[in-house]
């Protein structure tokens, strides 16, 4: 018998996170260890008058490319892919770990060499979904490896999921509705606002944050993540127009399994013109050179979902900590106000629970963690 929290998921993925209606052509991205989760949405999604179809995926297979694909091959943009962004209604990708450290002795150049081949892809999926014309949808599928990284049993990491999702609650549906009145106030709030200003005291020997952020607002646009485009979901983001300052990152940033950590981003005028960390800094120099606007920032978030409250190693959950920000390098979602161009797309966390700050146009309206407004998230 199916895990019935599995179907609660599909569930929610096809009638609250993507809206399947009559006719829509859903593709459904997924390893066959994933395949309990697979058929529940595949029936949801038939249930819901859509044509579902399952687009295969095998992190084996990826691992074959990286280590026999000439470059002629990593540079290969695969037209049948391809056709699929510019045609399906629908994607609901359902992301699986087997080994989150397959990656890890990847020369970081074909890392980025494939990134940036397949970046038309990644642009044609972000301008559809910004001129509505395709919905999409990610979340993780829980595996033994992804509960290694959190360092749970599985049986821990799969409850750490669910409840993150808000699945153990008898509606989450009306509950991520709920979710998305509260941070609508945030972004109503914030969208009237032309300056941010993050603070977190200094510790473990470095200099703490001090950044200060451009959020003009005629130009950046707040957008509400109340488990549409991510699941589960759980913070308000936009596009920067400028950034300066310092950010040192509190969790270790994590991306294509390799873990970087005691990262310091130093910005001027939205670029980072000095990185450094304490393990991993030729990892990260490296996908912030892979292209020009790797280093520029492309999007500001804080995180609002206080169902998460533990570092996982999984940005889609760590990204969502209530209590913390982020701010991604890279590419931008021109949606939001950004229309930064990059293969990279990498979030990095920054914990302000223990003495940080949030300032909005001189204004703090964050402070240990916590909202101040008691109508904003977390004060539930």
């Known amino acids: 018998m199916r895990d019935q929290r599995l179907d609660k998921l599909a569930d929610i993925l096809v009638r609250y996170s993507t809206k399947v209606k009559k006719g829509d052509l859903v593709s459904i991205g997924a390893d066959p260890v994933a395949m309990p989760l697979v058929e529940a949405v595949y029936e949801a999604v038939l249930k819901a008058g859509g044509h579902p179809f399952w687009q295969l995926k095998s992190s084996s297979l990826a691992d074959s490319l990286y280590e026999f694909a000439s470059d002629e091959q990593l540079d290969y943009l695969n037209p049948v892919e391809m056709f699929a962004d510019e045609t399906i209604d629908v994607s609901i990708g359902l992301w699986v770990d087997l080994n989150t450290k397959s990656l890890s002795r990847v020369d970081p150049k074909k890392l980025a060499r494939r990134r940036l081949a397949n970046a038309p892809k990644m642009k044609t999926v972000l301008n559809r ?220 966390v920054c914990d302000l629970r223990e003495g940080g700050s949030i300032t909005a146009d001189g204004e703090v309206i964050h402070k240990d963690g916590k909202f101040l407004n008691p109508d904003w998230p977390g004060n539930e």
């Not at 709030?189 to 032309?194: A, G, R, S």
């Not at 707040?222 to 913070?235: A, H, K, L, R, V």
């Open 129 to 348: 979904a910004a001129e509505g014309k395709m919905r999409w949808t990610g979340t993780m599928y829980p595996t033994l490896a992804s509960a290694q990284d959190a360092e749970m049993s599985l049986a821990q990491y799969e409850k750490f999921v669910f409840e993150a999702g808000l699945l153990h609650l008898p509606d989450p549906v009306a509950a991520w509705e709920q979710v998305h009145t509260r941070q609508q106030r945030v972004c109503d709030f914030l969208q009237t606002k032309d300056e941010l200003h993050f603070k977190a005291p200094a510790r473990d020997g470095h200099d703490g944050t001090d950044l200060v952020v451009d959020v003009d607002k005629s130009k950046s646009i707040w957008i509400n993540c109340s488990g549409g485009e991510n699941f589960p979901d759980g913070e308000v983001f936009c596009g920067p127009q400028n950034a300066n300052g310092h950010v040192n990152y509190t969790f270790p940033g994590v991306y294509n399994g390799r873990e970087v950590e005691g990262i310091r981003l130093v910005f001027k005028d939205n670029r980072v013109i000095d990185a450094s960390a304490t393990k991993n800094e030729e990892f990260l120099c490296a996908m912030l050179d892979q292209d020009e606007g790797a280093r520029n920032m492309g999007e500001i978030a804080i995180g609002t979902n206080y169902s998460i409250k533990e570092f996982s190693k999984n940005t889609l959950f760590d990204e969502k900590i209530g209590g913390t920000f982020h701010a991604a390098v890279g590419m931008g979602y021109p949606e939001s106000g950004s229309f930064n161009e990059s293969a990279l797309h990498w979030d990095m």
